[in-house]
């Protein structure tokens, strides 16, 4: 991505590129360039980038990643030192970000990571860094070998935790890497002793073995150390994501002058903030840490949240399934297409075809369990319009049941695409009981094994008749 192109206040949505155009246009002091562009209006980590690019004078401190730690393939977490070792860091807040620069390729790059060390914890700075896919920024890093020579800033923003405040109960919900401010957050309560009475964590996951390992164990730790955390972890694979619902249990057990505190993507805290208005949380007690705030209540209400929405793929594969089971009980065959289904080659090649289409179907689970990546959301879709056409594939390859194991293997088959063809995109109320959920994808997965196993023996006595 074009550097102009790149998102700088990720609060309001607002581009180096419109920034830019700013002080192009005549724009020379902080306070105006704010008003115009409304970058810096959230949280305030950008505020630092905005003074640079006015021309005005930033102080860095020059820095050395002595410590790297190993949390994923594509995340990992920094611990920075000043190369001025009778340098002491300045507290800061559970929530702030610095800013980390770098010189690539000849040019200086700087990008904002929010600290997950403890306050109180004066000698080193730490991150945690995910690498995205073709950033230029994560890419550098993710190649350098230890020491890594670098320069920060101080703690920026404004969107922290308030953890003094015994008063009010804190509720956090964090996605992904946005747990970082989160861990700063615990660590200082539980290493400062101070006894908040009440802070959960509701942490959503995408199932990565080795950040759900390293999340329970930190947070296992600080649990056992201070009394009135508690954390649940949400396994997304297995859960999906978090619904409405879950966000109004949450909030039904909560005191009414709770504080929510958001941490994750901008679409994650976005669709938290519609779950928490929906569930009749005033504004005022939500916190999103890098998103924009929401004030007035979302046009989507619960009982459309809860309402069915047939999708397009779903009228497709149940119109492609009735026809089938239409043309096999009334024989409705087509000459040509049932003498080219006697030929062994015909056979053969569209055996070839089913079989890469299952092989296709499994892959999206298997890549997901082998790890994260961005782009599940449109692969998760692509599997579920694909999974449409099984029929039609089938219908390719035999227009018949069969007999024997040919009947279980067919039966199978189809049945495994009717039960994902009714997912909780089509029946969202009935999915949000966990106890169908967990059925439907057991079932699932239970039918994909056997249609798998009895497609290599069906291979297997194909091959060793011929």
Same mark, same amino acid.
């Given at each position: 991505?074009?550097?102009?192109q ?13 920034? =830019?155009?700013? +002080? ?13 562009t ?6 305030g980590?950008? $505020? ?22 190993? %949390? ?17 860091y300045p507290?800061?807040?559970?929530? =702030? ?6 010189? %690539? ?7 904002p ?19 995205? =896919? ?8 993710f190649k350098?070998? /230890?020491? +890594?020579?670098?320069f ?14 015994? *008063?009010?109960?804190? %509720?956090? #919900?964090?996605?992904?890497? &946005?747990?970082?401010?989160?861990? *700063? ?36 730790k ?16 297995f ?10 249990? %949450? ?18 805290? !976005? ?11 005033? *504004? ?37 399934? !009735? ?16 003498? /080219? ?17 299952? $092989? ?9 369990? +082998? ?15 694909? &999974? ?20 279980? !293997? ?20 009935? #999915? ?8 439907? !994808? ?22 060793s008749?011929?």
């Amino acid at each position: 991505m074009p550097d102009n192109q790149l998102i700088l206040c990720h609060c309001m949505e607002v581009t180096k590129a419109t920034v =830019q155009e700013a +002080i192009d246009a005549g724009i020379s002091s902080f306070s105006e360039l704010v008003e115009k562009t409304k970058a810096s209006t959230g949280c305030g980590s950008c $505020a630092l980038t905005l003074h640079e690019m006015l021309g005005d004078k930033v102080e860095w401190t020059a820095v050395i990643a002595r410590k790297k730690v190993f %949390i994923a393939d594509d995340i990992n977490s920094y611990r920075l030192v000043a190369t001025d070792q009778s340098y002491q860091y300045p507290k800061h807040h559970p929530g =702030q970000y610095i800013l980390v620069k770098a010189k %690539i390729n000849g040019q200086w790059v700087s990008r904002p990571y929010a600290i997950s060390s403890m306050r109180s914890q004066l000698s080193y700075r730490e991150i945690t860094v995910k690498k995205k =896919q073709g950033g230029l920024f994560t890419e550098w890093l993710f190649k350098q070998k /230890l020491p +890594i020579k670098l320069f920060i800033s101080n703690p920026q923003g404004d969107k922290v935790f308030d953890i003094e405040d015994k *008063s009010s109960p804190i %509720i956090c #919900f964090a996605g992904g890497v &946005g747990v970082t401010p989160v861990i *700063s957050a615990y660590r200082t309560i539980c290493n400062e002793n101070i006894d908040h009475h009440s802070f959960h964590l509701d942490y959503s996951t995408t199932g990565h073995a080795n950040t759900s390992k390293q999340s329970k164990k930190e947070f296992n730790k600080i649990i056992t150390q201070s009394t009135g955390a508690s954390v649940y972890l949400r396994n997304t694979l297995f859960e999906g994501n978090i619904r409405f619902k879950d966000i109004h249990k %949450i909030v039904k057990r909560a005191q009414v002058k709770t504080r929510y505190y958001l941490s994750g993507p901008a679409q994650y805290e !976005l669709h938290v903030q519609k779950g928490l208005l929906n569930a009749g949380v005033k *504004s005022h007690n939500i916190y999103p840490l890098s998103s924009k705030q929401l004030i007035e209540s979302p046009s989507v209400s619960q009982s459309v949240d809860k309402k069915r929405t047939f999708k397009a793929y779903f009228y497709i594969g149940i119109i492609l399934f !009735l026809s089938f089971l239409i043309q096999d009980f009334f024989n409705l065959k087509i000459p040509a297409l049932e003498h /080219l289904q006697l030929q062994e080659y015909y056979k053969r090649w569209t055996g070839y075809g089913l079989l890469a289409f299952f $092989a296709f179907q499994w892959s999206y689970p298997l890549i997901r369990l +082998i790890r994260e990546n961005t782009r599940f959301y449109a692969y998760h879709q692509l599997h579920k319009v694909t &999974g449409a056409f099984a029929p039609a594939i089938f219908y390719l390859h035999s227009t018949k049941f069969g007999y024997a194991y040919l009947l279980v !293997l067919s039966l199978g088959y189809l049945l495994n695409f009717l039960l994902p063809l009714c997912n909780k995109d089509i029946f969202q109320s009935l #999915f949000e009981n966990q106890i169908v959920y967990k059925t439907w !994808l057991s079932t699932h997965i239970f039918l994909s094994i056997m249609v798998s196993s009895l497609m290599f023996y069906h291979m297997y006595t194909a091959f060793s008749y011929s």
